[in-house]
């Protein structure tokens, strides 16, 4: 590792990166927002073994300017729509140096005290934000750990509430124990169950449908829980989602949590997109009843501009040492300081710019839906609580087939244009259109889907001074 190479290099490659976003942004046509390439498109493009002798930086940046960005779509596009978005921002960018460059495995307190110590206050910080109760908080019985993403972050805790219940019953009970959540929940919750050993069928998705706005029914959860324990089952984990990947329905946690309570459940709370938005007051409402979860999940890369990846856990805890081992936390051993980009984001934009360019997003969300809902051809499907829009072409004389045939073919317009990319669901049996803001860049011309199409939104900048 040569300093002065390091330095030289890293010019470069800041420079290559900075390029990069500026060229997004004023020559979208070079950047498809959906990559158009086919599959196996690289391999004729390189060569088929590793080189014998070291190339320049200059060759191997050109390599990637003609055939790596061809297969990039371009998540950081200011007309990226897709999914949920994976925010970055210049001070998640310089943590994620700062990380590369120290490069610390902070397993133990003592691999790296820093690395732990800080972890630890970031993300007391993040929960007084959410104003997540104090059993999370370290100074309370709990505490936050960084995990890679949100699957790794069910797991963790499916594994816990299972190592729980098993210590109070016996092991062999295994075959009895059952799971709930909606049918709307993140897939992960259940690969992380079949991981954890859960029987397939013990896996309990519960039925939501338009009437709540596809958040779970509290009566559902009680009476499956009931007919379960009138035939042996042990009910012991419930996974309620805020903000849910489909359509960002939110589960109730008030009710949800008093029925984990009640019966002894273990109560997560996946709010991996929506829970950025609680940091702002007007949203926290959606996670009330947070008080009563036993761990509670968000993907800072999601929307609280980490880029990738940070994904915060709290849980509570019933036994301390005196000092805090994140190994035992985690399924991996080596664990990168990723609490040192959610520290700078949190220090060089502060909370209050934060929240507003949470508030703007949905701004923007908002007026996408204003004018879907004027648009005679379009209609919007569920209620919008954050910056995701469910829309769709109307049918037509009531036929729902064609109707999601004609969706199915807008979709494919829209995004092999390349000039914005936006994904689907499906709801009710129907093909949905999403719309989700979140891309750091985006503004509200942005937010234009294809010029061909009646939608025609006005314009104004939103998200300005992130980058
Ligand atoms: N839960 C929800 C609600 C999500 O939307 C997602 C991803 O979109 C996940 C969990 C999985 O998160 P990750 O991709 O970080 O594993």
Not at 184 to 208: M, P, V, W, Y
Not at 288 to 310: P, R, Y
Not at 404 to 413: G, I, K, S, T, V
Request: net charge negative; with cysteine.
């Amino acid at each position: 590792m040569d300093s002065e190479l390091l330095r030289e290099q890293g010019h470069i490659m800041v420079d290559f990166i900075a390029d990069y976003y500026r060229d997004l942004q004023d020559s979208p046509q070079d950047f498809p927002v959906l990559s158009q390439v086919q599959p196996g498109y690289l391999r004729d493009m390189l060569p088929n073994s590793a080189p014998d002798q070291p190339e320049s930086l200059n060759e191997l940046l050109d390599d990637v300017t003609k055939k790596i960005m061809p297969g990039i779509t371009h998540w950081q596009s200011p007309s990226y729509f897709a999914y949920y978005a994976s925010s970055t921002s210049v001070a998640g960018f310089l943590g994620e140096m700062l990380n590369a460059g120290l490069s610390v495995v902070g397993f133990t307190w003592q691999t790296s005290p820093a690395a732990t110590e800080l972890e630890i206050i970031v993300l007391d910080w993040l929960a007084k934000l959410l104003q997540l109760p104090d059993h999370f908080l370290s100074t309370g019985h709990g505490g936050g750990v960084i995990q890679g993403t949100g699957c790794e972050a069910v797991l963790v805790v499916v594994l816990a509430a299972r190592d729980r219940i098993l210590k109070q019953v016996g092991k062999t009970v295994l075959p009895q124990l059952v799971v709930y959540a909606s049918d709307q929940t993140h897939s992960s919750f259940r690969k992380a169950c079949l991981i954890g050993g859960i029987h397939e069928d013990n896996i309990r998705l519960l039925r939501t449908d338009s009437s709540t706005n596809y958040g779970l029914l509290p009566e559902s959860l009680e009476e499956a829980i009931s007919h379960d324990l009138a035939k042996g089952f042990i009910p012991f984990f419930i996974c309620a989602t805020v903000g849910t990947t489909s359509s960002a329905a939110v589960d109730p946690l008030v009710p949800l949590g008093k029925i984990a309570k009640k019966y002894g459940i273990w109560m997560h709370v996946d709010a991996a997109y929506a829970g950025n938005a609680c940091i702002c007051p007007e949203y926290r409402k959606f996670i009330d009843g947070v008080e009563n979860a036993d761990s509670f999940n968000m993907n800072a890369h999601k929307w609280l501009f980490a880029n990738q990846t940070c994904s915060p856990l709290w849980v509570k805890v019933s036994e301390k040492d005196a000092v805090v081992n994140y190994k035992d936390w985690q399924i991996s051993l080596s664990r990168r300081f990723r609490s040192l980009k959610l520290w700078m984001v949190l220090r060089l934009y502060g909370s209050e710019n934060l929240r507003n360019f949470i508030r703007e997003h949905v701004n923007l969300a908002k007026q996408f839906e204003d004018y879907v809902t004027q648009d005679p051809h379009f209609e919007v499907v569920t209620t919008r609580y954050f910056s995701l829009v469910c829309f769709r072409l109307v049918p037509v004389d009531g036929d729902e087939d064609k109707c999601n045939q004609r969706n199915r073919e807008l979709l494919a317009a829209i995004n092999s244009t390349g000039k914005i990319f936006i994904s689907h669901t499906a709801l009710s049996g129907q093909f949905i259109l999403r719309f989700a803001v979140g891309a750091p860049l985006t503004e509200e011309k942005h937010g234009r889907l294809y010029k061909n199409m009646p939608l025609n939104l006005p314009a104004t900048a939103i998200v300005k001074n992130i980058l």
